[in-house]
């Protein structure tokens, strides 16, 4: 598929504008394998739209300045973990298909995000601490599990119980094929 530039311009364009962000930098693809990407910013803080011309092909969202230390790196799992939901991306080669995933991306970044959007981070924090900390179990519970630190994997893992999802469920098959005994 050529640059998808002009299909995220179509899909979050005009929602980033509302919002008072602008245009920040533009990167086209440059071999397959490579990344399509728009970001925009406002004061401090940036929504990047990504598009991997890799085997596997989705729109991806990033959010940063949101007081987090890392930004919330792709939108989709934080939506399923935000609402228990199993969202799952849509992978596509085809334009009018990646054109469609992008603008639900756009409406899930306004349904979940629409304090970060209007710069209520303060609001958007507390609406969503509970899912940063949970966040934060998760990556270190995914070092345990590419460590395999079994110990600390279980400790983690059993932590995150009241949140698991599917993918949770997926990755301690994965950690139990390759030796985990929880």
Sequence with gaps: ?????PLIDEAFGDLMLTHG????ARSVAKAPG?????RFVKEEQSVSVFYAHTREQ??????????EPAPVSD???????????????VSTANARDFL????????LLVKY??????????????TYRELFLVELVRNARYTADAEMNWKEFTRYH????????????????????????G
Excluded: H
Excluded at 100 to 107: F, H
Excluded at 166 to 180: F, H, N, P
């Design 113 to 126: 995000c629409s304090l970060f959007l209007s710069a209520d981070i303060p609001g958007f924090r507390r």
């Design 34 to 38: 490579y990344t399509d990407m728009v």
């Design 158 to 181: 059993t932590w995150l119980k009241d949140y698991w999802t599917d993918y949770d469920l997926e990755e301690a098959a994965s950690a139990k094929r390759r030796g985990w005994r």
């Design 75 to 89: 939108l989709l799992p934080f939506v399923r973990y935000a609402t228990g939901n199993d969202a799952r991306y």
């Design 1 to 5: 598929m050529e640059s998808v530039l």
């Design 100 to 107: 469609a995933e992008a603008k639900r991306c756009s409406g």
């Design 58 to 67: 989705w729109c991806e969202v990033m959010i940063q300045g949101c007081g």
């Design 21 to 24: 962000f602008r245009l920040g």
